[in-house]
């Protein structure tokens, strides 16, 4: 079963726009960590932020904010005021407590902004 | 902080030669490095994963001849492709984590392609 589910294949976004990127997950464990991560069409992947079960409040760092929904098992990246730099592949993933810090990745979502 | 080399990170070979792909951490100790494969368009796949000075835990279908790991230090893992072929040409990315630390931080990856 797919442990991270990322339903948007591709989004486009007005440059100084929101954007909201989808990330639902599955797993039994009480303790885990959500992660997004960009990569750029250099190939890097860069590590943007990261949730944990047990935190209360959303993460956010800078521009970024993940809308963390644990009932619904959701956890969202939010985009603050698009720049054209921000056009890249986005993943999601997880780690599983017992999972010996495997990360499971989604199949990620593609964002282009426009000028 | 936080910074992962990876070297080479483009190489062109003949079918038939191996190929080997250094991994660094560069300002902290890795407990444990990943190795990643990833097609175009796709997600990143695990392929491994190595704790210093012991064996490499492969994923299943990931042959363990063919992909050597080693973690010879607390800042260096190795991924050699033995007897490489066409259809080992992809991209490969390493991942590290330091003990302690929650995040995975990802080298810049090496392009494989075999002629």
């Known amino acids: 079963a797919q442990k991270i589910t990322q339903t948007q294949p591709g989004m486009f976004v007005q440059e100084k726009e929101a954007v909201t990127l989808d990330c639902t997950y599955d797993?039994?464990?009480?303790?885990?960590?959500l992660f997004w991560y960009k990569q750029p069409s250099s190939g890097e992947m860069i590590f943007l932020i990261y949730?944990?079960?047990?935190?209360?409040q959303n993460a956010t760092e800078g521009r970024y904010s993940l809308n963390f929904q644990k009932a619904r098992k959701s956890a969202n990246l939010v985009i603050s005021a698009s720049q054209l730099g921000d056009s890249a592949m986005y993943f999601c993933a997880m780690r599983e407590f017992y999972n010996d810090y495997k990360l499971s990745f989604g199949a990620g979502t593609t964002v282009t902004v426009r000028a | 902080g936080a910074v992962v080399s990876q070297h080479p990170s483009w190489v062109i070979c003949k079918s038939g030669t191996s190929v080997k792909i250094e991994c660094r951490s560069l300002d902290f100790q890795a407990t444990t490095m990943f190795w990643y494969r990833q097609f175009p368009k796709q997600s990143l796949m695990l392929m491994a994963t190595s704790n210093e000075g012991s064996k490499a835990t492969y994923e299943q279908g990931v042959e363990k001849d063919k992909f050597l790991i080693n973690h010879a230090s607390l800042t260096l893992s190795t991924l050699t492709v033995t007897s490489a072929h066409p259809e080992d040409s992809s991209f490969y990315i390493c991942?590290?984590?330091?003990?302690?630390?929650?995040?995975?931080?990802f080298g810049p990856g090496t392009r494989l392609l075999v002629l």
């Open positions: 797993t039994s464990d009480q303790s885990y960590g």
């Open positions: 991942s590290a984590r330091g003990q302690g630390l929650e995040t995975q931080y």
């Open positions: 949730q944990g079960s047990y935190d209360e």
